[in-house]
Nanobody, 122 residues
Framework: QVQLAESGGGSVQAGGSLTLSCAAS????????MAWFRQAPGQEREVVAR???????TYADSVQGRFTISKDNFKSTLHLQMNNLKAEDSATYYC????????????????WGQGTQVAVSS
């Protein structure tokens, strides 16, 4: 069973950058879909970016062009490079992993990390 641990959150001013990392342990992540979700207080959890086992990435419209997800199968690590951060990006960010393919990534049935907080001040 894969276990996930996020790091890299913090406080930054609007326009700044942060890189989140998610270290996976216990199993190879090569066959896993992985994703970053976020949840702000009082709001629904939303997917920010996902990457499938073939390393094809998709993004939420709100972060397209600003965020980049990457997966290092050798180091069993997932990253989220976040540039030009906005106040509305403030949330707790969660890493998730699930066995899947390019069309099917049932993250609700997968493994989740504990989350890392991102605070963007305007």
């Amino acid at each position: 069973q894969v276990q996930l641990a996020e790091s890299g959150g913090g406080s930054v001013q609007a326009g700044g950058s942060l890189t989140l990392s998610c270290a996976a342990s216990g199993y190879s992540i090569t066959r896993y879909c992985m994703a970053w979700f976020r949840q702000a207080p009082g709001q629904e959890r939303e997917v920010v970016a996902r990457i499938d086992p073939f390393l094809d990435a998709t993004y939420a419209d709100s972060v397209q062009g600003r965020f980049t997800i990457s997966k290092d199968n050798f180091k069993s690590t997932l990253h989220l490079q976040m540039n030009n951060l906005k106040a509305e990006d403030s949330a707790t960010y969660y890493c998730a992993a699930v066995l899947g393919d390019s069309k099917w990534c049932p993250f609700d049935s997968g493994v989740w990390g504990q989350g890392t907080q991102v605070a963007v001040s305007s």
